[in-house]
């Protein structure tokens, strides 16, 4: 658990300076760096996405997982939590909200075969290399995500204490089902989450990214059967 501690902590780090020197960015930089930080999150998916081997357990798992996540209402959850911490922390009306800047960078920091992989050695053979280089990213792109879409991004910090983890403690036992086949199918799966999050970002549309979540998990079942 020590990557991950490790990790948790870059999150808090960069998250926190990011919010620190917003202060004295003036606001068409921002918007700026909003668009910049789109388009890029856009380029991330599309190369995740390509790494999948199986068009149909990727559309399966979406078609699922929307329809999971839709009946679950993972948005409307997720944006009635934002709505209470914004009521005690947040100042004035900016445009990207606290559930817009978690879901983000919650998905950008735990959706990856980085992630899953590094996971996966820590917990089996205590081999923190993988996390810990990856904590070297997330301090970096936590900086710039607090920077343009606020407060919900430190809050992401507990979602990849949770979700990395989880793994890391449950890793000798799942191991045997995280196949490489697995993985890139569960990574492109995320892959074209983070699109529709790019495609958000730039304001190009409004998708309710977090009732896709479920779709991340499906490979696990799909890929046994196919």
Do not use: W
Request: charge should be negative.
């Amino acid at each position: 658990m020590f990557a991950v501690i490790v990790n948790t902590l870059t999150v808090l780090i960069g998250a926190s300076l990011g919010l620190l020197l917003h202060r004295g960015i003036p606001e068409r930089i921002t918007n700026a760096l909003m668009i910049a930080l789109g388009l890029c999150t856009i380029y991330i998916g599309i190369d995740g996405a390509l790494v999948g081997e199986n068009a149909l357990v990727t559309i399966l798992s979406m078609c699922i997982g929307v329809a999971v996540g839709e009946l679950l209402d993972l948005e409307g959850k997720l944006n009635g939590f934002s709505h209470l911490i914004e009521r005690k922390f947040a100042k004035g009306s900016g445009k990207i909200s606290i559930a817009q800047g978690f879901m983000t960078a919650s998905v950008l920091f735990c959706i990856g075969s980085m992630t899953i992989v590094g996971a996966m050695q820590a917990g089996i053979n205590g081999d923190n290399t993988m996390l810990l280089t990856k904590s070297t990213l997330d301090l970096i792109s936590s900086f710039a995500l607090a920077a343009s879409l606020g407060i919900g991004v430190l809050l992401a910090a507990a979602f990849v204490l949770v979700f990395e983890g989880g793994l890391v403690l449950l890793a000798q036992y799942i191991a045997p089902f995280m196949t490489d086949y697995v993985i890139n199918e569960i990574t492109c799966a995320g892959s074209l989450i983070i699109i529709a999050i790019g495609l958000n970002l730039i304001g190009l549309t409004n998708i309710k990214c977090a009732n896709f979540l479920p779709a991340i998990f499906l490979p696990v079942i799909l890929c046994l059967f196919m």
